[in-house]
């Protein structure tokens, strides 16, 4: 794996179908970054729940949905971004509810375990919320 920084943008319309290669992108993208196969799959799912979850949560807004891909030495993260009322970000609040991302076959609780790290900001009218996995040594 190369250690410069790679990032991919996506931008996706209210009521995509595509969240499905956005998962595939992140699944690649992951195994590129040295990422063993059952975090790659188990990151790309995450992904795609919180993709569906912000579309849905952001199905009022005519922006759509902006996703950047961004793959570190150490760490990837995923943050999704629209444009929004200032209600919280599809963050940990969204996740507790145990059907918050029942459209992609994951719950609440289950996602949080497929990510290191949740973070989320709203500010001037956009909502952020970004998923970040580390890449942990091989043994």
Do not use: W
Not at 21 to 38: I, S, Y
Not at 60 to 67: A, F, M, N, P
């Amino acid at each position: 794996m190369s250690s410069d920084p790679v990032r991919v943008i996506f931008h996706l319309d209210q009521n995509s179908p595509l969240a499905g290669v956005l998962r595939a992108a992140v699944q690649f993208q992951a195994a590129q970054a040295g990422f063993e196969p059952e975090r790659c799959t188990e990151f790309a799912a995450a992904s795609e729940a919180v993709c569906l979850g912000t579309l849905c949560q952001a199905a009022d807004s005519q922006s759509g949905l902006d996703i950047a891909l961004d793959s570190f030495a150490d760490r990837m993260e995923i943050s999704f971004l629209h444009r929004g009322q200032s209600a919280p970000a599809v963050g940990l609040e969204t996740f507790a509810s145990p059907d918050a991302f029942g459209a992609a076959g994951i719950n609440g609780q289950e996602l949080l375990t497929r990510v290191d790290r949740v973070l989320f900001n709203t500010e001037n009218g956009k909502v952020r919320t970004t998923l970040v996995k580390y890449l942990k040594p091989h043994s």
